[in-house]
């Protein structure tokens, strides 16, 4: 229950926060946030296009 607990707890502050933000305003800091996160942890997020899949698929299946 204490991870609950804490989970609720961040909820609430991150709702103190934003209670007061226009709709606008609350996507502009999701994406900064987002942004953030990703360089910090050095990921690349991108659709894979379909020659791609079909390459990835081919690969798996010499492996498996």
């Known amino acids: ?3 609950l607990d804490e ?4 909820m609430e502050e ?3 926060e934003e209670k007061n933000l226009a709709s606008e305003e609350r996507i502009k800091r999701i994406r900064q946030e987002s942004e953030r996160f990703l360089k910090e942890r050095n990921v ?5 296009l379909l ?3 079909k390459h990835i ?4 299946g010499r492996f498996t």
């Open 7 to 10: 989970i609720h707890q961040i």
């Open 51 to 53: 020659r791609e899949k």
């Open 57 to 60: 698929l081919q690969f798996r």
């Open 14 to 16: 991150i709702y103190d």
């Open 44 to 48: 690349n997020l991108k659709r894979i």
């Open 1 to 3: 229950m204490k991870g």
